[in-house]
């Protein structure tokens, strides 16, 4: 199993559609989780942290479920600009730091 | 805009090379990230410093070596190039709890 999944899409969605992603990670040891996004060609950037007791910020909510060991982003009303890879990141503390990111799923918000 | 920045933003190489790539951390950031980011997958995790020591490594051979000076500046090298190196190369900076990417450094090794 690899160590995080994702779904590589692409999803095509109309705007002002809502849509959900997961991610699935196999360390239950892992600590922190995020949701990058990155554009074509550009860097990735921070989205947002995922708390265990689930975190909205706007039209994005992300939420964490520990027992399953995935990891959601949900996008409500989506826009044209949304359309972008997203990256699920995980992060195994241990005696070293091991930053794991998953291959991306992307979207596509469809006029 | 971050304070992130990366150079040379473009580098081509032969096979057998070495390259060395270069990350100024945002201000305030002690902590410094390299990743590997083939075409079409998502960054591979090289390894991470922590006030110049090496702090965690990923399934990355030791012919990626790395270097972080104490303004927190840090340098990727890689010896010995293979095409298979062709990538985006990115540093990320943090601390204080967040994270921040420099554009990248794109290698293509011939």
């Known amino acids: 199993r690899k160590e995080v999944e994702q779904d590589p899409g692409p999803f095509n969605v109309p705007e002002g559609a809502t849509v959900a992603f997961n991610c699935t990670y196999s360390?239950?040891?892992?600590?922190?989780f995020f949701w990058y996004r990155q554009d074509c060609r550009k860097e990735p950037k921070l989205l947002m942290s995922?708390?265990?007791s689930g975190n909205e910020d706007g039209r994005f909510t992300a939420q964490l479920n520990r027992a399953s060991q995935y990891i959601s982003l949900l996008i409500r009303d989506s826009k044209l600009s949304d359309s972008a890879t997203y990256l699920c990141?995980?992060?195994?503390?241990?005696?070293?730091?091991?930053?794991?990111f998953g291959k991306g799923t992307r979207l596509h918000i469809l006029p | 805009e971050t304070g992130v920045t990366q150079s040379p933003t473009h580098l081509i190489k032969t096979r057998g090379q070495q390259v060395t790539l270069r990350c100024s951390s945002q201000?305030?950031?002690?902590?410094v990230s390299w990743y590997q980011q083939a075409l079409g997958q998502g960054p591979q995790f090289i390894f991470q410093?922590?006030?110049?020591?090496?702090?965690g490594r990923g399934n990355f051979p030791p012919r990626f070596s790395g270097l972080q000076f104490p303004n927190y500046s840090s340098e990727l090298n890689v010896n010995a190039l293979e095409l298979d190196d062709s990538a985006l190369y990115l540093c990320?900076?943090?601390?204080?709890?967040?994270?921040?990417f420099g554009p990248g450094t794109r290698l293509t090794v011939t």
């Open positions: 990141v995980v992060n195994e503390r241990g005696r070293d730091d091991k930053i794991i």
């Open positions: 201000s305030g950031h002690n902590t």
């Open positions: 360390n239950s040891a892992s600590q922190s």
């Open positions: 410093y922590y006030r110049e020591e090496e702090n």
């Open positions: 990320a900076s943090s601390g204080r709890g967040e994270q921040y």
């Open positions: 995922v708390y265990s």
